[in-house]
Every structure is written in structure tokens, then in C-alpha cells.
């Protein structure tokens, strides 16, 4: 069973950054998507960025494009996204996410595809 450990959010001013880490654990991660979403206050759950685990390819949302970036390490199971020019806007709580699919290459980007979520972390910009 593959389980995921979100971390790394904290208050920053506007245009600072912040790396969040997603620890996975489990028997294998070979065809797994990974993601990372958000959800504001008194906002619905919204996709930021994606990555597949084989070969890391990416995917963002036009919100995160050019400011956000996905990464993995397969050494260390660990998914990370540095996210630079912050903007109040992105204030939210911030989720991992994992997705099992019998083809790795595809990039998954609904709420409703991912069963794997972790608790959520904090991350709060400042004007």
C-alpha cells in the first residue's frame, strides 16, 4: 500500500519561495502518477502540477506554469515542487497526491483520478 507524507509549507512574503517535499513509502512506485494540488479557503480542490514517476515527465497548470516546478527522486521516494515568485493567490493548503495506472506515461489532472492523498500542508503568501 502506497502512502504519502506531505511537508515543507510556511508563511512567505510576496515573490519568496518554498519547497514542498512528498515522501512516498510502499512496495513500488513504477507505475505511479504523482501530483500536487490545492485548495483556498472557501475554494474547491484544484490541480497545480503532475509528474510521472518512470520517466518524470511534467505538467502544470497554467497558474503554476513558469513559477512552479515538479520534480521526483526515485532514490529517495521523494516528490518535490520548489514554487518561486509567490503571489498572495496561492495561499492555500497544499496536497500530495498518488495515482496507480497500468500506463505510466500518462499525466493525470482530476481530483477524482487520484486515491492516494496526503494530509496537506500550509502555505500561506503575504502581501
Known amino acids: 500500500q502506497v502512502r504519502v507524507v506531505d511537508s515543507g509549507g510556511g508563511l512567505v512574503q510576496a515573490g519568496g519561495s518554498l519547497r514542498l517535499s512528498c515522501a512516498a513509502s510502499?512496495?513500488?512506485?513504477?507505475?505511479?502518477?504523482m501530483a500536487w494540488f490545492r485548495q483556498g479557503p472557501g475554494k474547491d480542490r484544484e490541480f497545480v502540477a503532475s509528474?510521472?514517476?518512470?520517466?518524470?515527465?511534467?505538467y502544470y497548470a497554467d497558474s503554476a506554469e513558469g513559477r512552479f516546478t515538479i520534480s521526483r527522486d526515485t532514490a529517495k521516494n521523494t516528490v518535490y515542487m520548489i514554487m518561486d515568485n509567490l503571489k498572495p493567490e496561492d495561499t492555500a493548503v497544499y496536497y500530495c497526491?498518488?495515482?496507480?495506472?497500468?500506463?505510466?506515461?500518462?499525466?493525470?489532472?482530476?481530483?477524482?483520478?487520484?486515491?492516494?492523498w496526503g494530509q496537506g500542508t500550509q502555505v500561506t503568501v503575504s502581501s
Open positions: 497526491a498518488a495515482k496507480y495506472s497500468m500506463i505510466s506515461s500518462i499525466l493525470y489532472t482530476a481530483v477524482s483520478d487520484y486515491t492516494i
Open positions: 509528474i510521472t514517476w518512470t520517466a518524470g515527465t511534467a
Open positions: 510502499g512496495p513500488t512506485f513504477r507505475n505511479y502518477g
